[in-house]
């Protein structure tokens, strides 16, 4: 059975930096696309990073692209989001998943979530 543990988040001023954690245990790590994702009060879980298996191919959301960085290390089974020029609109709970097949940019398409983080961006 697989399990994300997520961790990195907290409160920062706009402009800020985070660098979220994601760590997975009971399977092979390497073989696991994963994701980011997040999920504003009010609003449907949306698509925010994506990286391969061999963490050679990214994907990003449009609203994240030169601010967020997805990477990987195989090794230490973890998949992390750097967060960089922090902005309100960021505030959201965000989760990372796993897929057992190619990457993708669609939140039904992964089977693994972790429980959650949140990210509070003040003005």
């Known amino acids: 059975q697989v399990q994300l543990t997520e961790s990195g988040g907290g409160l920062v001023q706009a402009g800020g930096s985070l660098r979220l954690s994601c760590s997975l245990s009971?399977?092979?790590?390497?073989?696991?696309?994963m994701g980011w994702f997040r999920q504003a009060p009010g609003k449907e879980r949306e698509f925010v990073a994506a990286?391969?298996?061999?963490?050679?191919?990214?994907y990003y959301a449009d609203s994240v692209k030169g601010r967020f960085t997805i990477s990987r290390d195989n090794a230490g089974n973890t998949v992390y989001l750097q967060m960089n020029s922090l902005k309100p609109e960021d505030t959201a709970v965000y989760y990372c998943?796993?897929?057992?097949?190619?990457?993708?940019?669609?939140?039904?398409?992964?089977?693994?979530w972790g429980q959650g983080t949140q990210v509070t961006v003040s003005s």
């Open positions: 009971g399977r092979t790590f390497s073989s696991y696309a």
């Open positions: 990286i391969s298996q061999s963490g050679g191919s990214t």
């Open positions: 998943a796993s897929r057992y097949s190619r990457t993708s940019v669609v939140v039904a398409e992964y089977g693994y």
